[in-house]
């Protein structure tokens, strides 16, 4: 009996790994503010540890700047935006478009990379934000980057972008 409940135990714990995907610990974040978003990163790729967790910013978020995680290197690629936009009275016309940090978490447990972004008003309020996460592994890769087409659930997709709802920011220019 003891052998049947670790094996029945065991499945479940490696059904419910091959059904997770990379999320946001943040469910909203405010426009024309900057946000703190943490990307969970619930397991590894088929057994193996993952090495490397990429963060595609999508236009719309700028000045993006990654949290130093302890035991991993991180590294930012940068580039032109689409447009320019306005931050705190200076123009920037190109910034960081991904964020890469290089280390290893073992494929049983679990971990969050953090970066922070302004929402700029080209992200309407109400809409989702997906931002595409790639977790890489020694022999292959968790690719969490479709983006739902309209009317889609997210869900329906096999490796859907994570993402967070843009809200209004209130009167008072906070949401709290």
Same mark, same amino acid.
């Given at each position: 009996m003891k052998f049947f409940l670790t094996t029945a135990l065991l499945a479940l714990? #490696?059904? $419910?790994?091959? $059904?997770?995907?990379? +999320?946001?610990?943040?469910?909203?974040?405010?426009?024309?503010? +900057?946000a703190r978003l943490t990307i969970r990163i619930g397991h590894g790729c088929d057994g193996e540890p993952t090495q490397r967790?990429?963060?595609?910013?999508?236009?719309? #978020?700028?000045?993006?700047?990654?949290?130093?995680?302890?035991?991993?290197?991180?590294? +930012?690629? +940068? $580039?032109?935006?689409?447009?320019?936009y306005d931050y705190y009275g200076r123009t920037l016309t190109e910034g960081v478009r991904e964020i890469i940090w290089t280390g290893e978490l073992p494929a049983a447990f679990y971990d969050e990379f953090v970066f922070r972004a302004r929402i700029t008003d080209t992200v309407s309020v109400d809409q989702m934000l997906y931002i595409p996460v790639v977790q890489e592994c020694a022999n292959g890769a968790e690719r969490w980057i479709e983006i739902p087409a309209e009317g889609q659930d997210a869900h329906d997709l096999e490796g859907p972008a994570p993402g967070v709802m843009v809200v209004a920011p209130t009167e008072h220019g906070h949401s709290h």
């Open positions: 714990g #490696l059904a $419910s790994q091959a $059904s997770a995907h990379a +999320t946001f610990a943040e469910a909203q974040v405010i426009q024309g503010e +900057t967790v990429r963060v595609q910013i999508p236009e719309g #978020l700028i000045a993006a700047q990654p949290m130093v995680h302890a035991g991993w290197e991180v590294e +930012t690629v +940068t $580039s032109a935006y689409a447009q320019p």
